[in-house]
């Protein structure tokens, strides 16, 4: 069974940068991995996938431009990188899995990490 955990969440000035790490332990490298987001009094929502290989990704429309996500299977890791950060980018950002399915619907997801905090300031 796969075991997520995110790290890299901190605070941050609007337009500053951070990039979040979620690490795995299990076979992941046959995995569909994402992340969502949970901003505070809101529903978890999709944020971005990267298929198993590497090679497509899919992005929320608020955060294309502006975030990437990426993964090392050597590693066991994918990663987003956030650039020009929002205020309403504040949120706890999950790491997510799940058995190649591509979907934006975080109920079909199999496996989620404990959330990171990201906090951008005005």
């Known amino acids: 069974q796969v075991r997520l955990v995110e790290s890299g969440g901190d605070l941050v000035q609007a337009g500053g940068s951070l990039n979040l790490s979620c690490v795995a332990s299990?076979?992941?490298?046959?995995?569909?991995m994402g992340w969502f987001r949970q901003p505070p009094g809101k529903e978890r929502e999709f944020i971005a996938y990267?298929?198993?290989?590497?090679?497509?990704?899919l992005y929320a429309d608020s955060v294309k431009g502006r975030f990437t996500i990426s993964r090392d299977n050597d590693r066991n890791t994918v990663y987003l990188q956030m650039n020009s950060l929002k205020p309403e980018d504040t949120a706890v950002y999950y790491c997510?899995?799940?058995?190649?399915?591509?979907?934006?619907?975080?109920?079909?997801?199999?496996?989620w990490g404990q959330g990171t905090q990201v906090t951008v300031s005005l």
């Open positions: 990267v298929k198993a290989s590497g090679d497509d990704t």
């Open positions: 299990g076979r992941t490298y046959i995995y569909t």
């Open positions: 997510a899995a799940n058995r190649g399915h591509l979907t934006t619907l975080d109920y079909l997801w199999d496996y």
